[in-house]
């Protein structure tokens, strides 16, 4: 088993950049993919980025491609959004999630973390 915590949001204005981190608890952390979804108010949760046990294989949804870097280290069981260039629709709830498959769905994930709020101002 896991437990999950965010950290690093903020309010940030448009063009600015925030990295997000998401601390994990117990000793198979490195064993785990792990993803970051978000969910804006009245929006579905959707996908962000994911990135496979070993750090190597990631995967970014297109929206954010070329702006946000997925990364981890697992000595420090942490993974870690770097957020570039952000903009106003980029506003949302961030989740990480581990699970085994470098998926795309929410239900690729068993575990969650609370959640860490990104405002982005234009």
């Known amino acids: 088993q896991v437990q999950l915590v965010e950290s690093g949001g903020g309010l940030v204005q448009a063009g600015g950049s925030l990295r997000l981190s998401c601390a994990a608890s117990?000793?198979?952390?490195?064993?785990?993919?792990v993803g970051w979804f978000r969910q804006a108010p009245g929006k579905e949760r959707e996908f962000v980025a994911a990135?496979?046990?070993?750090?190597?294989?990631?995967v970014h949804a297109d929206s954010v491609k070329g702006r946000f870097t997925i990364s981890r280290d697992n000595a420090k069981n942490t993974v870690y959004l770097q957020m570039n260039s952000l903009k106003p629709e980029d506003t949302a709830v961030y989740y990480c999630?581990?699970?085994?498959?470098?998926?795309?769905?929410?239900?690729?994930?068993?575990?969650w973390g609370q959640g860490t709020q990104v405002t982005v101002s234009s």
């Open positions: 999630a581990a699970g085994y498959d470098l998926g795309y769905h929410s239900n690729d994930y068993g575990y």
């Open positions: 117990g000793r198979t952390f490195s064993s785990y993919t």
């Open positions: 990135i496979s046990w070993n750090g190597g294989p990631t």
